[in-house]
């Protein structure tokens, strides 16, 4: 096993620069997520650590070697894809034993690996069907065990439960992390969900156009985002952004200094509901999403921006009356308006 280390590491096309010098450290054995919305980059970084695209400028290092100009079949890394690319006219057993026979490992060796592979994988039972008599979830994981198979120093992961349905999507990533926890192999694994992003990882890297937002653990990123991007994004619902306008009347006394000017943030789970009186925001009611153990209260403030409330039960407000909310201090997030970038609550406001 083996960490990954990248420095400066550029990506261009041509005169368009699509990732900007990235500096990123993956510790042997941590599993690190690379998430961020559509065409942030993500995939094209895990690319380059793969070997499938040329680094423009940089360096890319897994373990103690220098792999920036190495073709993929020297990196001692294993990638599964979005789409399982299994071979149909072979069997489990031989979609996974096939890059092994390529690289002429004995016969014995190769049983011995593949099986071992079934068995973490719970497919022992497959190996002999052919991949159109599988589901969904048991082909992603025959693309797993021909990613096991090899030994990698580093597994890499593009988006691999995208096309499963939701119930296999949970059942396939808490697969995934059963198979680090036993594996404690590194981990690079690329997605645009932020749900497996904060479930799966021990450290994220959120991207936003080719460069790094903020790297942290999932509780790190969820309680101290850097930025208003980073807000929005970790955490669901997404984070409610306020201003000084949609604010109660005696909202303001309750607020620090810092937050003259600036965009209030509150996760749609830390707002409470209350009387007018101790009201820190209030919105008139839109929709209730009722979810069985919880219900999304959605909102209007009063400059008209839309909100999320998280309730435990469903409101008896009726449609269009006004609802009061607060917030304990240590829920408020403070964000710059020009720039997105947090402030500090005893820092002054730009």
Not at 197 to 206: F, G, H, P, Q, Y
Not at 229 to 258: E, H, R
Request: net charge neutral; with cysteine; proline share 4%.
């Amino acid at each position: 096993m083996s960490g990954v280390k990248l420095q400066n590491v550029i990506k261009k096309y041509g005169d368009v620069q699509v990732i900007h010098r990235i500096d990123l450290e993956i510790a042997d054995g941590e599993f690190c997520v690379f998430v961020g919305p559509s065409g942030c980059g993500k995939s094209t970084l895990l690319r380059m650590v793969a070997g499938l695209e040329e680094t423009t400028s940089g360096a890319i290092n897994i373990g103690d070697r220098d792999v920036t100009v190495l073709d993929p079949s020297e990196r001692g890394v294993a990638m599964v894809f979005q789409t399982y690319a299994l071979y149909p006219h072979m069997t489990v057993f031989n979609n996974m034993a096939f890059g092994l026979k390529q690289a002429k490992t004995p016969p014995k060796e190769i049983d011995r690996r593949v099986r071992e592979a079934a068995e973490v994988l719970q497919i022992t039972d497959y190996l002999d069907r052919s991949p159109r008599n599988l589901s969904g979830g048991q082909r992603q994981r025959v693309a797993i065990g021909r990613a096991i198979v090899r030994d990698p120093e580093v597994f890499l992961f593009d988006e691999p439960l995208s096309n499963l349905d939701a119930a296999l999507r949970v059942q396939t990533r808490l697969e995934i992390a059963r198979l680090h926890e036993r594996l404690k192999s590194t981990m690079i694994y690329v997605t645009h969900d932020q749900v497996e992003a904060m479930t799966l990882a021990d450290k994220i890297v959120v991207m936003r156009a080719g460069r790094v937002e903020q790297i942290g653990s999932p509780i790190d990123l969820y309680r101290n985002p850097s930025n208003a991007f980073v807000a929005q994004f970790i955490g669901s619902p997404k984070m409610n952004f306020f201003t000084q306008a949609d604010l109660a009347k005696n909202g303001s006394k309750s607020l620090p200094a810092a937050a003259t000017g600036a965009h209030i943030g509150i996760r749609p789970e830390h707002l409470t509901g209350c009387t007018e009186a101790k009201a820190l925001v209030g919105g008139t009611l839109d929709l209730v999403e009722q979810l069985g153990e919880y219900a999304l209260v959605h909102l209007v403030s009063a400059s008209g921006e839309a909100f999320i409330v998280k309730m435990e039960h469903p409101p008896k407000t009726a449609k269009g009356e006004t609802m009061w909310f607060t917030a304990q201090s240590d829920a408020l997030h403070l964000f710059d308006q020009s720039s997105g970038l947090r402030i500090e609550a005893n820092s002054s406001s730009s």
